[in-house]
T-cell receptor
Framework: NAGVTQTPKFQVLKTGQSMTLQCAQD?????MSWYRQDPGMGLRLIHY???????DQGEVPNGYNVSRSTTEDFPLRLLSAAPSQTSVYFC??????????????FGPGTRLTVL | LAKTTQPISMDSYEGQEVNITCSHN???????ITWYQQFPSQGPRFIIQ???TKVTNEVASLFIPADRKSSTLSLPRVSLSDTAVYYC????????????FGTGTRLKVLA
């Protein structure tokens, strides 16, 4: 299993540009989430999903859109990038039916810089 | 949502036992307590989870008192490779699955 994969690893955008961060998992996990981590800070939840077609907002959803058309994929869209969105973005997934209630598996992250 | 409070940083020496305490005064009856470890430039990694009393695995132990308002992660005989940020997370048993990470504890292990 590849686990949770994220692309790209690095990205530089100009203010106002749009882009999509990709996240995929091959563990058939129902739950997927996106976090951002600013330098020296903890993780903040952006959006999450408990299954295909179902998404919900986390702590800091403004400026980001998500959709979940398949179990495997959970892309994060920045419609108009701003310098405040410069951060490292982590995608995670977990099995809702499993016994480890809160064990999320994290991807390697995407480091985004907005100029 | 139960909020967690941890020390911002801790230093230790190789071979010592390290205890990191997390406060979660508003924990709900069905909430589990989970700890993650994060190395620089990597995503967090699950370490251990518990509901009450004591849980032990090959990496750490987790102590939870009867009132469950706090928990302590214990790392036995730390090495330099245990230098990382440790996060305490209280599970969302309400079914909303809104998992909130705190600021974490930055552990530095010295030689």
């Amino acid at each position: 299993n590849a686990g949770v994969t994220q692309t790209p690893k690095f990205q530089v955008l100009k203010t106002g540009q749009s882009m999509t961060l990709q996240c995929a998992q091959d563990m058939n996990h129902e739950y997927m989430s996106w976090y951002r981590q600013d330098p020296g800070m903890g993780l903040r939840l952006i959006h999450y999903s408990v299954g295909a077609g179902i998404t919900d907002q986390g702590e800091v959803p403004n400026g980001y859109n998500v959709s979940r058309s398949t179990t495997e994929d959970f892309p994060l869209r920045l419609l108009s990038a701003a310098p405040s969105q410069t951060s490292v973005y982590f995608c995670a997934s977990r099995d809702l039916a499993g016994s480890s209630y809160n064990e999320q598996f994290f991807g390697p992250g995407t480091r985004l810089t907005v100029l | 949502l139960a909020k967690t409070t941890q020390p911002i940083s801790m230093d230790s020496y190789e071979g010592q036992e390290v205890n990191i305490t997390c406060s979660h005064n508003n924990i709900a009856t069905n909430d589990y307590i989970t700890w993650y470890q994060q190395f620089p430039s990597q995503g967090p990694r699950f370490i251990i989870q518990g509901y009450k009393t004591k849980v032990t695995n090959e990496v750490a132990s987790l102590f939870i008192p009867a009132d469950r308002k706090s928990s302590t992660l214990s790392l036995p005989r730390v090495s330099l490779s245990d230098t990382a940020v440790y996060y305490c997370l209280v599970g969302d048993s309400s079914g909303t699955y809104k998992y909130i990470f705190g600021t974490g504890t930055r552990l530095k292990v010295l030689a």
